[in-house]
């Protein structure tokens, strides 16, 4: 059964700071990876989608790796801004279905 | 530019009522999926569907009917509400293989007591 895993659950920075976020997963088997933003109340809003057969993405100040081997991936944000804070969830995709790590929660202070 | 829509935003049930959560998108999307988000569980799907016709079972399904008779609605029910299922409930769809970019909606939160 595949889990998906995310350190640190939360996270509190001043404004910036370069991040790492974390996501690990059990089954190397996955069609792509996505990240997601979530803000409080609000639906999930897509950030980055890793196919399987990639390495990394990248979007702006934000940069995502893919290692499937390992089964890992990690989200770098550059320059950290107080209107980054939010929670961000990894996903892996078996096609059909995703898989949810619980999110990092994302505060960053001025 | 509608994208996923879900009705209703707020809901309060008695515990036994039953209803149903509305999801529509209008992208022309294959997949449609419907997932509960609960404090440290983070999101769990409840019932998935590959296309018009085709409904599957996820981690979660008890309590849970779906139906898929277009391609544009994928709607939830509840058949008789629990306290349990007190949750924030939420939609998604994507184009399916290659393209599972998922998008989602902004979902329903729903209060069972």
């Known amino acids: 059964k595949q889990e998906v895993t995310q350190i640190p659950a939360a996270l509190s920075v001043p404004e910036g700071e370069n991040l790492v976020l974390n996501c690990s997963f059990t089954d190397s088997a996955i069609y792509n990876l996505q990240w997601f933003r979530q803000d409080p109340g609000k639906g999930l809003t897509s950030l980055l989608l890793i196919q399987s057969s990639q390495r990394e993405q990248t979007s702006g100040r934000l940069n995502a790796s893919l290692d499937k081997s390992s089964g890992r991936s990690t989200l770098y944000i550059a320059a950290s801004q107080p209107g980054d804070s939010a929670t961000y969830l990894c996903a892996v995709d078996n096609t059909d279905k995703l898989i949810f790590g619980t999110g990092t929660r994302l505060q960053v202070f001025p | 530019n509608a994208g996923v829509t879900q009705t209703p935003k707020f809901q309060v049930l008695k515990t036994g009522q039953s209803m149903t959560l509305q999801c529509a998108q209008d992208?022309?999307?294959?997949?449609m999926s419907w997932y509960r988000q609960d404090p440290g569980m983070g999101l769990r799907l409840i019932h998935y569907s590959v296309g018009a016709g085709i409904t599957d079972q996820g981690e979660v399904p008890n309590g849970y009917n779906v139906s898929r008779s277009t391609t544009e609605d994928f709607p939830l029910r509840l058949l008789s509400a629990a306290p349990s299922q007190t949750s924030v409930y939420f939609c998604a769809s994507s184009y399916g293989p290659p393209n599972t970019e998922a998008f989602f909606g902004q979902g329903t939160r729903l209060t069972v007591v």
């Open positions: 992208m022309n999307h294959e997949y």
